[in-house]
C-alpha cells in the first residue's frame, strides 16, 4: 500500500505540479472533517486539448488473412460489483474467443498506475487474456479503439494511435450530473464522431435522434449459470437494489416505498443490498455488496425485486427474473424499451404506487408457478448473443 501511495504521488507531481499534491492534500483533509468534495473525473488536460470541431483522419492497418483483429479499450479502474465493467469484459472476452486481441488502457484520475489495478482485474475477470495498460503513456496502433465511459471518451479522442473509434454507451451519462459544466463536457463526447455500441435499443435510438451519432445496439444478456432458479425454495421477502452512491437508482424513493409497503406487509421480510444503508426495522436484512452467488440465494427467497432506474436500465431486472423474483420498475420509455419483458411489473416513480406493484406481487395466488414462467422468459438470453452483435459490427465498419 505504501509503495502505491508513492507512486501516486509522484505521479501527481510530475504530471500536474507540487501545488496540485498540496491542494489534493488539503481536499483529502476537509473530506476528513465532512466536507464532500471528489477528484475531477477527468484531466483537465485532456479536455483542452480535445477540440472535437476538428476531427482527425481515420487511418485503420492493414487486417491480417485470417481476420483477427486488435481491439484497444479505454475504461476506468474496474470497481467491485460494476455492472457496467462487467459487461464491458464480457463483450471483450467473447471477442477473445473469436481470435482477437483486447488491450485494455486503463484511465485514472487518482494517479495510480496499471499495475496496481492489474491484480485485481485478473482474480475479478481470470478469463480476460490481454495486457492491462496505461493510457496516459499512449497507445499502441490497432484496429478498433474503444471508449467505455464519457470521460475516457477524451483520451480515446486525443491519442494519435491508428484505429477507428468507438464508443460503447452503456447509459445516457449527462443525466448523472446537474445541468453545468460535467452534463455538458460527457454530452460533447458524443460529438466526437465515434461509432456507438449501445446496451439496449434505447440510447441509440436517442443518440442518433439528438447528436446524429451513428449507432448499433445489443440485447441485455442474462448469466444463467449464476442466476437460476433454485427448486423448492421458500419466497419470504421482497428485496431493493439501493445505491445510495448512484443517485440514478433513486434510493430516497425506493426506500420510502419499501416503508410504505412494510406498514401493509409486516409479515414480509425486507433485503436491500448494494451498500450498507443502516437498519430499516427488525425484518430487514442489509446486506451490502454481495456476491453473485449470494445474490442469487436473496432473489430466491424474494417475491419481487424493487430495481428503478431513472436513466438506463441496470442488468438487475434481468438477473431477478432468472431467479423467479418479479422486477417492480420505474414506468419510463427507456425501461420498457429495453426490458421488453411481460413480468416486468412498472408502476409510477412514486412511493405509494411502488409499494401497491410490490404488494400486489407478494398477494399473487400460485406464485411458484409464475416464478417458474418468469425464469423461462429469460433463459434463452445469453451475453454471446451480444458478442456477436459486437464482432458483427466491427467486421461491417472495418471492412473485413
Known amino acids: 500500500m505504501f509503495q502505491r501511495r508513492a507512486h501516486q504521488m509522484s505521479r501527481i507531481v510530475r504530471e500536474e505540479g507540487v501545488r496540485q499534491l498540496g491542494a489534493r492534500a488539503l481536499r483529502n483533509a476537509a473530506k476528513r ?51 457496467g465493467h462487467t459487461t464491458m469484459f464480457r463483450l471483450i472476452q467473447h471477442l477473445e474467443s473469436l481470435g482477437h486481441t483486447c488491450r485494455l488502457y486503463l484511465y485514472d484520475v487518482y494517479g495510480s498506475r496499471a499495475a496496481d489495478h492489474e491484480p485485481v482485474i485478473r482474480a475479478s475477470y481470470p478469463g480476460f487474456r490481454g495486457q492491462v495498460l496505461d493510457v496516459t503513456t499512449g497507445m499502441a496502433d490497432a484496429h478498433a479503439v474503444f471508449a467505455t465511459a464519457w470521460m475516457t471518451a477524451y483520451p480515446a479522442f486525443n491519442d494519435p494511435c491508428a484505429g477507428k473509434r468507438f464508443y460503447l454507451v452503456q447509459d445516457y451519462e449527462p443525466w448523472f450530473y446537474p445541468v453545468g459544466g460535467l452534463s455538458t463536457l460527457a454530452d460533447n463526447t458524443y460529438r466526437m464522431g465515434f461509432h456507438g455500441f449501445t446496451a439496449g435499443r434505447y440510447l441509440a435510438e436517442k443518440l442518433r435522434a439528438d447528436v446524429g451519432m451513428p449507432a448499433d445496439w445489443f440485447d441485455f444478456g442474462c448469466d444463467a449459470d449464476r442466476y437460476h432458479l433454485k427448486e423448492n425454495s421458500r419466497r419470504d421477502g421482497v428485496v431493493f437494489y439501493a445505491r445510495r452512491l448512484a443517485p440514478r437508482r433513486a434510493i430516497e424513493i425506493g426506500l420510502l416505498a419499501l416503508e410504505i409497503f412494510a406498514e401493509r406487509h409486516p409479515d414480509i421480510n425486507i433485503h436491500t443490498y448494494g451498500e450498507k444503508i443502516g437498519q430499516l426495522g427488525p425484518r430487514h436484512a442489509d446486506h451490502g455488496l454481495v456476491t453473485p452467488d449470494q445474490l442469487n440465494d436473496i432473489y430466491n427467497r424474494c417475491y419481487a425485486g424493487l430495481t428503478l432506474s431513472m436513466t438506463n436500465v441496470s442488468l438487475v431486472p434481468h438477473e431477478m427474473l432468472a431467479a423467479g423474483c418479479l422486477p417492480v420498475v420505474n414506468d419510463a420509455p427507456h425501461n420498457r424499451v429495453v426490458l421488453d419483458n411481460d413480468h416486468v411489473r412498472y408502476a409510477p416513480a412514486t412511493p405509494h404506487d411502488l409499494a401497491r406493484e410490490l404488494s400486489d406481487v407478494v398477494t399473487t395466488p400460485d406464485f411458484a408457478q409464475l416464478a417458474h414462467t418468469a425464469s423461462a422468459s429469460v433463459s434463452s438470453r445469453s451475453w454471446d448473443a451480444a458478442g456477436h452483435e459486437l464482432d458483427k459490427v466491427l467486421r461491417r465498419e472495418l471492412q473485413v
Open 33 to 83: 472533517l465532512g466536507a464532500d468534495e471528489d477528484v475531477f473525473p477527468v484531466r483537465l488536460e485532456d479536455v483542452r486539448n480535445a477540440d472535437i470541431s476538428h476531427r482527425k483522419p481515420t487511418t485503420v492497418p492493414p487486417i491480417p488473412q485470417d481476420g483477427s483483429l486488435t481491439v484497444n479499450w479505454v475504461s476506468t479502474p474496474p470497481a467491485p460489483g460494476s455492472g
